[in-house]
């Protein structure tokens, strides 16, 4: 959704109503993930994509027919049905695609949805869509953590503690299953993850029947480079390619300047380890957030260092990773030990950082980085795909 945010808004705000298709849950293998969304305005144009090409006629003639009689659907497109052999899914996966109307009348909160994305504020939108009774589909909640609720014009507003964890605006049919559904929602938007819910038709969690998806619109996770060198110029590139919100950080003011780093979000002139702790007593960072350690000098890097080895047992950070060469590495790991770093808590550096793909050049060495982050974030084994059996898609 967030990919087609800005289309859905400007036919929103027109007064305009527009069908809205969005991938819900994948099974095997999948080309597009779930909350990839597609959008068919009043002009009849398509936006977007939910299966990068396989169905997206059938859910564009699909989102034609909600916007005519208003009922959302729920279809399911995988290789054994007719249907889906008919519009080309032949990758081997199965989607559940949702289809809705969007409107001012259906979808009232979206001005202030767009603006918390906008803004980089967490907010959350939790929508029934599986239930025995009819009229519950569709129901809708938006969530977001206490300390980020916006009043009527958008801007933050402190709040006494409220008696649940979480703000939510709307309601379901009950108390019990806007509860359920607001803890769970709160665990999922603290992850920056998309996913489908199932309880029983009251908000049940044992049970079976309501199954509710869930679009987490989280700030941009964060990577955080240190050391204002060439590679970081690179890693910072190919980070803002990724969708990371990309701080640059040296303590030399005549290497770090935005001048030469315009791909970063800032350029910041401090001490790493101090900007760390910094970033870890004011709660900016999170088990998203990926540290590069990219300075080759112990003065910097071993401080710095003994600062970020110890966030990732507490999901403060996803990834460490530092560069360096094997004698580098060696001496490195040693002044750490020295300053009293365990094994466990130095197991989660990755160094020398990076895959080995033979890469020379500081934008080769950025691809290596990036896919040794990516493979940790999905698990992937960094193996050529030939080599492999299995899904490709997880």
Known sequence: MRDVMA?????????????????????????????????????????????????????YELAQEVVADGTP????????????????????????????????????????????????????????????????LGARLVVRPPAVVPDVSGVETALEPPKRPGLSTGTLWSQRATDAVTDD????????????????????????????????????PRLLVFGAIDFAAAVAKVGSFLGYDVTVCDARPVFATASRFPDADRVVVDWPHRYLEAERDGGRLDQRTVVTVLTHDPKFDVPLLEVALRLPASNQVAYVGAMGSRRTHDDRMRRLREAGLTDDELAYLSSPIGLDLGGRTPEETAVS????IIAGRWGGSGEPLTQRDGRIHG
């Open 7 to 59: 289309e859905l808004m400007a036919w929103w705000e027109a007064g305009e109503t527009v069908g809205v298709g969005t991938v819900v849950a994948t099974f095997r293998s999948a080309p597009r993930p779930p909350g990839a969304s597609m959008l068919v305005g009043p002009d009849e144009t398509a936006v977007g994509s939910v299966s990068g090409g396989c169905v997206e006629g059938a859910v």
């Open 73 to 136: 659907v729920l279809h399911r497109y995988g290789v054994s049905d007719d249907d889906a052999l008919a519009v080309g899914l032949v990758c081997g996966g199965i989607l559940d695609v949702w289809v809705e109307k969007v409107s001012r009348e259906t979808f009232p909160e979206l001005a202030e949805i767009a603006a918390d994305v906008a803004a980089g504020r967490p907010v959350a939108v939790a929508t029934v869509i599986e239930h025995p009774d009819p009229a519950r």
């Open 185 to 220: 929602v709160l665990g999922l938007l603290a992850q920056g993850t998309n996913a489908t819910l199932g309880y029983g038709p009251d908000g049940e969690r044992r049970g079976e029947g309501m199954r509710v998806f869930v679009w987490s619109f989280a700030p941009k």
């Open 369 to 372: 980085i990036a896919a040794e």
